[in-house]
Structures are given as structure tokens and as C-alpha cells.
């Protein structure tokens, strides 16, 4: 086994602080990577703190992953020592399921085995996560970071980056259609520069004024504060797509009268409490409430060669792993601009 050192949650709603555990010797397709940098996820912290329930401890949390291969398995074609690669939020799946074989395996049928917090294949080995110096993939699961990317706004792309170049994608965002983002966090600030870059006019949707000069900077069209009275009256029927990033439970209601006819609105927040609507707001104008779980991971390569391409990289604050309980406290009072990225290499 590899010795690892990482930094872990022990139990809910307390520290998270030092810890020593293993990782599996590559097998034939594994691929070892000395970790540099990863990211903090809202995700990481609802975990950590056990808001959605069912969290395993301890839990090394992390899923925007960058790093380099130190050793490949003798099986490996897709990698070799020194390439720089990343590592998202799933570390295996089936491969064989319907959802599989679309090559859309996040929705694995048999459930993904995600990064953290979650279980190996083997259904018992506890996985963990990019608060650590090092970790051990499958080379189906990791994926390629082009030149054009440095590593500290690379780590941000893997999970942030993906899960709003998703649905995006999926739902057509492009020139000519309307696009709000609900939250300007770490996954809207995302949405709003790939949003932009694909072609579509882009609103934030945010509580307040205070991020309005921020947002625009990122090439949003338009700035939306909710604290405005009316403010949502005015656009009324006037959206193609509106993806919600909000961490917290929010009255939804108002935000489908944003939508045109037959418009979607896409959840990929998670809040600890569930979101309530009433049908009206949905029936008037056969609008669609869907949700978008992060990204395959060909959806996940196409997203990073696209932002190498078009030179999109996430607004990062770099920290040491002894500031992470700080950051934490930070993420959730939003005073984020606008991912924290660990320095893994201080570890
Ligand atoms: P984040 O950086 O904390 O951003 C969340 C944003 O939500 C904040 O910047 C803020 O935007 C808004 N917000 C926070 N509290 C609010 C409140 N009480 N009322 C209204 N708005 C509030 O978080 P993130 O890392 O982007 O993650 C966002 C959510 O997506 C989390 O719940 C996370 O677990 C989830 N997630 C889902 C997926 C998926 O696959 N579906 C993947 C990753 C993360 P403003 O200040 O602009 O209002
Ligand atoms: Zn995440």
C-alpha cells in the first residue's frame, strides 16, 4: 500500500485536521498522481458537516483534483510519468449499464463511485478525496489537463467547470438564447465565463448589488439583485434557461416566471433542505424544472480543451491545507471570490 497524508473530517460539524491512511498499489490500469492542487467544493463542506445525511468519517473531502503522474500501471496507455492530469468528482463506475454506455457515468445505474465519501468497486474500501499529497485512479477516470491550464485554476474546472458546461451543453445555450445563473459562487462564476464564451447573452441572478462590478468583468450581459422589489417582475417570460447554483433552501417560486414558454430551469445546488413550488408557475407556460448531477468525464475533457481554447480559467484565492476550516467558514458566509484552491504541495 501507498502511505498517504491528507486532511480529514472526523465527525460532523467539527475541525477538520490531520490524518495518515493508504491507498491501494496501482493495478494494471491505475495511474499514481502526486496531488498539487485541489480545489474547495460547497459539496465539500455539506459533506464534511453531514448536511445531506449519511456522510462517512473520516473523510479526506476533495474532488478538483490537479496533479502529476509519479507511476503508471503496466497496462496504462493513456498516461506517463509527468503528465499533468486532474481527477473530478467520480473515481469508477459500472462501465456497463445503459447510462455507462452513453458514456454518461454519473449516472451510472449501479451509482457511481465518487471520489470521496463514497465506496471503491469492491463495495467496501472507502474512497477519499484531494485534501492529500497523493491518490491512485483508474486511467478511464482521470483526465488530461491541456498546456494552456496552470494547476492551481485548473482544479476548479474538474468539478465547478463541468457541472455548468453540462447543462449548458445539454440544454442548447448558444447565440440567441437567454441565460440566467442563479448565484455568482464558485459553480456561477463558472457558468457565466463558459456561458459567455458559447455564445449565449448571460444574466446573473444574484441577492445584491455587491458582486455586480465582478460579475460583468466576467462578460456577463446583464446583472439581476433579487433585493430589488420587482426586480424579477421586469424580466418576466423573458428566459430560454436558467440554471439555479444556490447552496441554500430558496423560495423557487419566483424564479420560473423568469422562464419563456417551454424554458427549463435546471437545479444543480444542493441546499440541506428540500426546495417546495407550487405547479402553477410551471403549468402556465409548459416550462420544465429539471436537475444536472456534475459531468461525464468526456464531458468533462471536452470542457477543459474547450477552456484551454478559449483561455477561460476560474478566479481563485490559494490557500494552505491549515486554512481550510477558515475556508469553510468563508464558502458559507458566500465572502469567496471566487473558488479557494489548496496548495497541496504545503501538506
Ligand atoms: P458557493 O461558491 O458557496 O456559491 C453558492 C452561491 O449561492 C453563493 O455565492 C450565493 O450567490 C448563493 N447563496 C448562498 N447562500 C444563499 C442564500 N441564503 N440565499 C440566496 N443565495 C445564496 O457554492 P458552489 O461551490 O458554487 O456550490 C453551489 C451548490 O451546488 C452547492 O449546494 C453544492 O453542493 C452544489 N453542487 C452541485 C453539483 C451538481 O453536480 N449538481 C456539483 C457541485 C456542487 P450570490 O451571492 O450571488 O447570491
Ligand atoms: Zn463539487
Redesign the pocket.
Known sequence: MIRAKGIAAFAAKQPLGPYAFERRDPRPNDVVIDIKYCGI???DV?QARDEWGGSQFPMVPGHEIAGVVTAVGTAVTKHKVGDRVGVGCLVDSCRTCESCERTLEQYCLKGANFTYNGLEKDGKTVTQGGYSNVIVVDENYTLRIPDALPLDKAAPLL??GV?LYSPLKHWKAGPGKRVGIM??????HMGVKIGVAMGAEVTVI??NDS?KQDALGMGAHHFLATDTPDALKAHAGTFDLIIN????D?DMGPYFQLLKLDAALVV????EKPLSIHPFPLIGMRRSYAG???GSIRETQDMLDFCAAKNITPDIETIAPEGINAAYDR?VK?D?R?RFVVDMGKL
Open positions: 467544493c460547497h459539496s455539506h468539478c465547478a457541472t448565484g455568482l459562487g464558485g459553480l456561477g444574484s441577492r458582486k447554483t444556490v447552496s441554500a430558496i444543480v445546488g444542493v441546499p444536472s448531477l456534475i464558502v458566500s469567496v471566487y
